[in-house]
């Protein structure tokens, strides 16, 4: 099986005894039945199904843009957008916080890029130890489906950084479908607002890297 | 099975109301959505979540919770039905709970809950089983975590024939001879059951007729929902 092909959930994806069944599937005596909706594919014997829609689900290491919930005696609860909160401990921030003074640092409804560190039951702690972390001060957020994330990325950044070039923004592009952009001026920030928003309408096309070449042929920023 | 007896919409007893028809990604704001119409009844489902509990107390920390509401809307009948929920409503949403439950599986999500939210749009009998139809399809494109998706239909007894997918007037003014069964049923695609309802009366022999007639018209809408949910792009 080289192509994905979508499934739904109870149907059978393939049959025989040497497949693992991986994320969003199970095995019911020799077939690999899938357990969601989504895109079917196989790789070296191992299946597993890449989700089309619902809501974000958060992994370890992933990188994310949350809006400050809460503040309690000893970090912040982030609201991510996951079906859980996530929260960002103090031993997390890489610099010195007065413990009387957290919202000095951030206050409610601020947002915030973290990294998801740990995730288990009890909830998903977030560090803003790395570069390229912290509050954010300024630029503009948009909000996209966070099953189309990858779309925006491209193949290793392609996407992304095409936009970046023609825009000459910084994009950060949260994995729950948060996207901070940052420019010098506001009309580059909405010319880089536009061409995401492009390429989540037209997330099921192929070849999209050329088509966005395309689109920022025509739709010159003036 | 008395070949003679006629419907009066001239349907043959093993045959359900046409056209059945569902469409998935009808409802922009939502997780999932799905509408799902046969013959003139039309449901519209929205799902949410998985999200946080409230009221905290109703929150169940071994597994998550499926919470559906049914409500028909006050133009969807004839003559207009006072909004809000009611004894049936409120009755017919724990029903399509029961009947999902089985198939979602909202164990990797404690403390959390799906909602479900069932519109019917048009009502014409049949309306918890469109209503349950339109709700597996919502769920499935919420992605959901599921072991199958569910279809359901009614069948029941016209006087002394066993008859499938029973209509309002069939359901309601049919006073002919022993009147009229409606038996509205819910089965996986590989011949499950997961709810049944029976108003009126039947025997045991008749109910294993029914049973066995509605199960082969499930496998027909779960066709219509699997087409539909291979349909969509977003």
């Known amino acids: ?49 890449i989700p089309l829609s619902g809501v974000y689900q958060p992994r370890r290491g ?20 996951a079906h859980d909160c996530a929260f960002l401990s103090l031993t997390e921030v890489p610099r010195y916080v007065n413990k009387d003074g957290l919202e000095e640092l951030m206050d409610l409804g601020h947002m915030v890029v973290a990294k998801i560190w740990n995730m288990n039951k009890r909830g998903i702690d977030l560090s803003i130890k790395s570069r390229g972390l912290g509050k954010i001060d300024e630029g503009i957020i948009i909000e ?52 995401i928003l492009f390429v989540t309408e037209k997330s099921f096309m192929d070849g999209l890297t050329e088509e966005l070449k395309k689109w920022f042929k025509e739709n010159k920023n003036e | 099975m008395s070949k003679e007896f006629k419907r009066q919409d001239g349907r043959k007893p093993n045959e359900m109301r046409r056209p059945i028809s569902a469409k998935v990604g009808v409802v922009p704001n939502a997780d999932g959505s799905a509408m799902y119409c046969s013959g003139k009844t039309i449901a519209i ?3 949410y979540g998985p999200k946080k509990m409230h009221p905290q107390h109703s929150q169940n920390p071994e597994k998550g919770t499926l919470r559906c509401t049914y ?32 198939v979602v599986m909202l164990d990797k999500y404690p403390n959390r809950v799906v909602d479900v939210y069932i519109h019917m749009i048009q009502a014409d009998a049949g309306t918890r089983c469109a209503g349950i139809n339109a ?19 009614a069948a029941g007894k016209l006087d002394k024939t066993v008859v499938l997918d029973l209509d309002k007037y069939e359901d309601s003014e ?50 219509v929902q699997k087409q539909a949910l291979k349909e969509i792009k977003e």
Not at chain 1, 2 to 9: D, L, Q
Not at chain 2, 138 to 151: D, E, F, R, T, Y
Not at chain 2, 181 to 203: A, C, E, R, Y
Request: overall charge neutral; proline content about 4%; charged content about 30%.
């Open chain 2, 71 to 102: 409500n028909m809307l006050s133009f969807s009948v004839a003559d207009r039905i006072r909004p809000g929920p009611n004894r049936r409503s409120t009755e017919i949403s724990k029903i399509t709970e029961w009947a999902l439950e089985p």
């Open chain 1, 144 to 195: 996209v489906n966070p099953n189309k994330v990858p779309r925006v990325i491209g193949k290793e950044g392609s996407m992304i950084n095409l936009i970046k070039d023609e825009t000459k923004c910084n994009i950060t592009v949260g994995q729950n479908g948060l996207i901070w952009i940052q420019g010098d001026k506001v009309e580059n920030e909405l010319y880089a607002k536009k061409a």
């Open chain 1, 62 to 81: 992933n990188i994310i843009i949350g809006k400050v919930e809460r503040i309690t005696f000893n970090g912040w609860l982030i609201d991510i957008g």
């Open chain 2, 174 to 223: 049919f006073k002919e001879g022993e009147g009229s069964t409606d038996i509205p049923m819910t089965f996986t695609p590989d011949g499950k059951l997961t709810h049944i309802q029976v108003d009126g009366h039947i025997s045991k022999e008749q109910l294993k007729e029914a049973m066995n007639m509605a199960r082969e018209a499930c496998k027909e809408i779960y066709e």
């Open chain 2, 45 to 47: 489902a929205a799902v």
């Open chain 1, 1 to 49: 099986m080289t192509e994905r092909k979508i499934v739904i959930p109870g149907e059978m994806i393939v049959k025989g005894e040497d497949y693992l069944p991986g994320e969003g599937t199970e095995k019911r005596g020799d077939e690999v039945v899938a357990l969601r909706y989504g895109l079917a594919e196989e790789v070296k014997k191992l299946v597993k199904v």
């Open chain 2, 135 to 153: 709700a597996a399809m919502a769920l499935a494109h919420a992605g959901i975590p599921m072991k199958n998706i569910v279809s359901s239909i």
